[in-house]
Each structure stands twice: as structure tokens, then as C-alpha cells.
T-cell receptor, first 113, second 111 residues
Framework: DTGVSQDPRHKITKRGQNVTFRCDPI?????LYWYRQTLGQGPEFLTY????????KSRLLSDRFSAERPKGSFSTLEIQRTEQGDSAMYLC???????????FGQGTRLTVV | SQELEQSPQSLIVQEGKNLTINCTSS?????LYWYKQKYGEGLIFLMM???GGEEKSHEKITAKLDEKKQQSSLHITASQPSHAGIYLC???????????WGAGTKLIIKP
């Protein structure tokens, strides 16, 4: 396990379609984070898991967004009825409890046309 | 809106010159993290600082956290083309380690 991996790297979808992204964290990390990043900005926090429990959700996460981490390992982020404003880079990160630093995946770039 | 202020927004530096990037918070930080990002890619962890007055170095990059734990600087000595990218500071406000972020500093190295 060499790091956090995200799939797909790129996704182009038509407005109104549903999309799902996957994140595989570093195996010994029990914390998993989803962020969204638009051009020229830092990442915006979306949601956070400790093992399989979703502990916090940002108000940015509308009811069209849902995230799961069913077995406390990989996580999925689903966006339903995508809108053009959802176009962004979606970043996943994982960390241990010790706060030694979150490690990021390469991100999934979503383009809604 | 960004809760951490990073400056400058962008920086063009002649290869071989030194440079400094700053990150400032109005709140006392639990931890401060520096990351580097290439365009369209994920973030690469550089360094973490937790103690007031702490300083860490890796190769030609040095990061410091002030005594009040509200400001950090990232200093690059004798810059090289490989240093080009976007530098982001992230800060934890408590032990949950959920990070808030600066907007990033875009660094361009001129040959």
C-alpha cells in the first residue's frame, strides 16, 4: 500500500446524472476525509469518517451528496443530479489518530457539462 | 472564504534565489501543515509543526511556527525548478485535526 488512491482520476458527466467516486486510504489509517477544491482555492472540507462512522458533514454537503465508508476501509462519495457548480477536484485524504499529517490522493476531477 | 491568510498569492523567483511564504491565522493553532500541489494533482505533505517556536527542515525547505502558534513561514533556499508549484498551508484548530486551509501560493521559478 503506497498511498491514498482515488478512482477515477477524471470524470465528465452530463448535468443531472449521478456520479460516484471511490477512495482507498492508507490501510492503517482510521480517519478519512473528503474535500472539494476549485481553481485558485484551498480545499474545502466536505465530510470526515473515523473508521466507518461519519462524524461530521459540512453544510456544503447538500442532500445531493452522500458519502459512505461501510467497512471502515474504502469510501465512496456520490453526487446525485449533478449541477455545473459541482465541477471541481474532489480530494480524499487519510490520517491516523496521532495527527501526524493527512495524506492525500491524486484527486478526482469532475466536469459537469 | 479562507480562514487562513496566505501571502503572497503568487511569486515569481529567479532560480537560485531564496523565498518565503507566510501563513497567518487569527486563532491559536493546534497544528500547522504545509503541502505542495502540482496543477491538477493531489497534495503532497511537506511538514507538520505543532509546538510554538518549532522549526523543521527538509532539504532546502524550512518551516517555522511562531511562539504564539498563529503564524508560520515556509522558506526555500536556493530555489530550483522542481520547487515550482502551489504551496498550501492547512491548520488544525483542535485535536480532531480537521484542517482549514489557506488559498495557496503559486510559485514560479524563472530559469
Amino acid at each position: 500500500d503506497t498511498g491514498v488512491s482515488q478512482d477515477p482520476r477524471h470524470k465528465i458527466t452530463k448535468r443531472g446524472q449521478n456520479v460516484t467516486f471511490r477512495c482507498d486510504p492508507i490501510s492503517e489509517h482510521n480517519r478519512l476525509y473528503w474535500y472539494r477544491q476549485t481553481l485558485g482555492q484551498g480545499p474545502e472540507f466536505l465530510t470526515y469518517f473515523q473508521n466507518e462512522a461519519q462524524l461530521e458533514k459540512s453544510r456544503l454537503l447538500s442532500d445531493r451528496f452522500s458519502a459512505e465508508r461501510p467497512k471502515g476501509s474504502f469510501s465512496t462519495l456520490e453526487i446525485q443530479r449533478t449541477e455545473q457548480g459541482d465541477s471541481a477536484m474532489y480530494l480524499c485524504a487519510s490520517s491516523s489518530n496521532q495527527g501526524t499529517g493527512a495524506f492525500f490522493g491524486q484527486g478526482t476531477r469532475l466536469t459537469v457539462v | 472564504s479562507q480562514e487562513l491568510e496566505q501571502s503572497p498569492q503568487s511569486l515569481i523567483v529567479q532560480e537560485g534565489k531564496n523565498l518565503t511564504i507566510n501563513c497567518t491565522s487569527s486563532k491559536t493553532l493546534y497544528g500547522l501543515y504545509w503541502y505542495k500541489q502540482k496543477y491538477g494533482e493531489g497534495l503532497i505533505f511537506l511538514m507538520m509543526l505543532q509546538k510554538g517556536g518549532e522549526e523543521k527542515s527538509h532539504e532546502k525547505i524550512t518551516a517555522k511556527l511562531d511562539e504564539k502558534k498563529q503564524q508560520s513561514s515556509l522558506h526555500i533556499t536556493a530555489s530550483q525548478p522542481s520547487h515550482a508549484g502551489i504551496y498550501l498551508c492547512g491548520a488544525a484548530l483542535d485535536s480532531n485535526y480537521q484542517l482549514i486551509w489557506g488559498a495557496g501560493t503559486k510559485l514560479i521559478i524563472k530559469p
